[in-house]
């Protein structure tokens, strides 16, 4: 019997505790469980979300690993919000996670290969008799990014999406950065918590196989290739075996497919969170390769003080990350801003929104809101600000060196330090998206958990590990806004190593809060794909993406960078052999120099206010 007959039975059962909408009290009423087609003959689980008042309405669209039933959106109650307001919101169970069918790989089926679940999905919702026939996307994280990937093969009723929090890379911005693995994110959180679903779900669906008659039972015994049988935990092998793999990584890289993201698309980025990069590089990357000034104007880009998750419009989320506090002004209104663009694109609504500047970014120190017209903002300049060997009298680190304007004289003394992958630096705060906090057995992480170690913090306890530079105390405010890079002059004993470079605001009563950050693995120096080792001894120019930061450094502040060669458990930490210390045993200590006179002086790249 073909799949399309054979009657659909969800691989997972909906909690009865979370109940049905009321649409008489609720504003909205629920469908749940409604079987989508794709190409292939798989059935996706869908949620649909309808206005109370029977009609005909445009269609949002969710679709998420993490359980239709309790999706992020679900959490800040978005669906049923915009159901309210006059959509249709459909909330879907990706391939092979909880009620639907097939075989969970992340990502593997949501591009532009051999089966496009987006791509379908979006076509089934706008041929339904209660569509309009415009669909949009929105969500964030792995539902920003699937959104993202529709970019290699665009839905034609696709009408609008509003992405967060996702990357442009799955490699560079997801598993790696730098070359470097997001070790804790990937192993120890993400990768975890998705196997185990995926390990459920395959084993629901092989039983309800083998228990349907003989001959399902008889094409269910566990045969090589047969993908409710297949290892759940294939893709992190992948993400370790492959990393130079650069076919591979192409399935999920949306740069190539820029110009056709020609869908009017708002992208939400934070400061604080883990895919920040890609989200600036998506935003930057489609509105220049637009091929008319309509569709580029159809982006906008936000930035806030946030970490990563849908909270902004809460509190304490939406002002709140790490050890700062923002104030309530960092707050937005993030589900009432997607009920503004989607009013405008799918209904027509003359709300106002598309004559509101293209980016609106939270400057950190000033905490305020500012708006520009692209992203960076017009006006900046790029000005090196250099590591000296003279001391500055404030950080109890390796060396204590100073910042400055203008380079230090050719004759400097470079600063040295070890690396033993076996005592590494330990994290503290950045963009970054895991937990240390241990859970009983079947506890269930939260946005708090998964956020407990990311966000500004104070850096003083590690930097006795770390070289720092620092400036005198500032005698005028300091503004910057766009990205940030350091270029760094460095020599290893070793034939491989990292160098970890974060930016710091230094207050007055000391605290060292981290505003940026990057890692740079040696080897991946040149080429994502074609890792060429150092020659002990021999000087390189190094550069560490620092992303990006909008930051006013006070009068009487400092600035400091801080240099390292490991950010454990965040990332892997490099064995200096050239080879991944988690498919090898073998390490060596590494003696790491850094050179700061003369025309090969180290320094960090600040995008400056005009007016700085």
């Known amino acids: 019997m073909p799949p399309s007959c054979i ?127 415009k669909v949009a996307t929105f969500g964030g994280s792995f539902a920003g990014f699937n959104q993202y990937t529709l970019a290699g093969a665009m839905p034609p009723h696709l009408a609008a999406a509003f992405p967060r929090q996702a990357p442009s890379s799955l490699r560079r911005e997801w598993v790696y950065r730098g070359g470097a693995l997001e070790l804790a994110f990937i192993l120890a959180g993400w990768g975890r918590r998705n196997s185990e679903e995926a390990l459920r779900n395959r084993v629901e669906q092989f039983g309800r196989l083998s228990a349907r008659s003989r001959m399902d039972l008889a094409s269910g015994w566990p045969v090589p290739g047969h993908p409710l049988l297949s290892d759940p935990f294939e893709w992190i092998r992948d993400y370790l075996t492959r990393q130079d793999d650069e076919a591979y990584w192409a399935q999920w890289d949306i740069a190539p497919h820029y110009a056709a993201f020609d869908r009017p698309t708002f992208h939400m980025a934070s400061w604080f969170d883990i895919f920040f990069g890609g989200t600036l590089r998506n935003f930057m990357g489609m509105r220049a390769q637009a091929c008319s000034a309509q569709i580029r104007g159809a982006h906008k880009l936000v930035i806030g003080p946030w970490l990563h998750g849908p909270y902004a419009h809460q509190s304490p989320q939406g002002h709140q990350a790490g050890e700062l506090d923002f104030g309530d002004i960092a707050r937005w209104d993030y589900p009432g801003m997607m009920c503004r663009w989607f009013e405008y694109w799918l209904t027509g609504k003359a709300n106002g929104i598309m004559d509101e500047p293209a980016v609106r970014y939270f400057v950190l120190g000033a905490n305020q809101w500012k708006t520009a017209e692209d992203w960076p903002p017009p006006g900046i300049r790029y000005r090196p600000l250099y590591f000296r060997s003279e001391t500055s009298g404030s950080s109890p680190s390796l060396n204590d060196g100073s910042l400055a304007w203008e380079p230090g004289p050719s004759a400097s003394t470079p600063a040295r330090y070890l690396h033993d992958p076996d005592r590494p630096v330990p994290s503290i705060g950045g963009n970054t998206l895991y937990s240390q906090w241990v859970q009983a057995a079947g506890g269930v992480e939260t946005f708090e958990d998964f956020n407990r170690e990311a966000g500004p913090r104070d850096q003083r306890p590690i930097e006795p590990y770390c070289l720092t530079y620092t400036t005198a105390p500032l005698a005028q405010d300091l503004e910057i806004a766009g990205p940030v890079v350091a270029r760094l002059y460095v020599s290893s004993t070793a034939v491989d190593t990292d160098f970890v ?97 003369g025309p090969c002086s180290c320094h960090v790249l600040l995008p400056c206010h005009r007016d700085s």
């Open 501 to 597: 470079v974060r930016l710091c605001d230094v207050y007055p009563d000391g605290r060292s809060i981290q505003i940026c950050d990057g890692i740079q693995r040696a080897r991946y120096r040149e080429s994502d794909f074609s890792p060429t080792l150092l020659e002990p001894g021999h000087v390189y120019l190094i550069e560490v993406d620092l992303w990006a930061a909008a930051n006013v450094f006070r009068s009487g502040h400092r600035l400091r960078v801080l240099v390292n060669s490991s950010c454990f458990p965040r990332f892997d930490v490099n064995p200096g052999t050239g080879k991944s210390a988690l498919l090898s045993r073998e390490r060596v200590v590494a003696e790491n120099t850094l050179y700061t006179g």
């Open 7 to 133: 009657p659909f039975r969800p691989a997972f059962r909906r909690p009865e505790s979370l109940g049905l909408a009321v649409p008489e009290r609720d504003g909205y009423r629920l469908e749940i469980d409604i079987s989508v087609p794709m190409r292939d003959g798989t059935r996706l689980a869908t949620d649909l979300y309808f206005p109370a008042k029977s009609g005909v309405y445009p269609v949002l669209l969710e679709r998420t690993p993490y359980g239709k039933h309790a999706s992020v959106m679900v959490s800040i109650g978005a669906p049923q919000y915009l159901a309210r307001n006059g959509f249709v919101v459909a909330v879907q169970d990706c391939r092979g996670r909880y009620a639907s069918e097939g075989s969970w790989y992340p990502f593997r089926d949501e591009a532009w290969g051999e089966n496009r679940d987006g791509y379908d999905t979006v076509e089934w919702l706008a041929v339904q008799p209660f569509s309009t026939g």
